[in-house]
């Protein structure tokens, strides 16, 4: 049976939890290293939190995620029942496949995509959660395949190119 691997982009906090379910619901025992295939662990025992969700109160220190294998699929800092510090996400060979960093809850810092094999297929600067200053991609072959400026989540400007290298799209103006 093959497994499937969860690739997070860069998304708002709500997009992400979405996409992370079983990391984000705050259910998982906190034990320091996985007990069984596909559970999800964390360091620190939950700590009440009588003015919030109770679930996200239960979210504290690193929390990781297994593939089936017992191959770990990603890591995840929380503080105060919030995505805060490193995150990174593997395939099941244990090749890199995302790595970003949350400060309080939202993106910020530089993220990193790597396609299946290994080459970097995105990586771009976060900052208050929004895409912010250059974002470059490629293409699978390597040839750049976007470069685009944003200011705090708007699209300013950007270029795009084939998997040959030829420009396609080029724009300069505001959005």
Known sequence: MRSQTLFL???TLAAAALLLPPLLNGDAAPLARPQGPGTVTAAVP???DPTG??????????WREWFPSGAMRSELDFRAGQPHGAWREWDEAGALRSEGQYEAGEETGRWSFWFEGGGLSERGEMFQ????GAWNAWHPNGQK??????????L???????PHGNSVDVSDRDR
């Open 9 to 11: 982009l860069p998304l």
């Open 46 to 48: 939950p700590a009440p």
């Open 53 to 62: 969700d109770p679930r996200d109160a239960r979210r504290e220190g690193q």
């Open 129 to 132: 959660g929004a895409r912010d």
């Open 145 to 154: 395949r976007y470069r685009r400026l944003y200011s705090r989540g708007a």
């Open 156 to 162: 300013q400007t950007w270029e795009e190119w084939d």
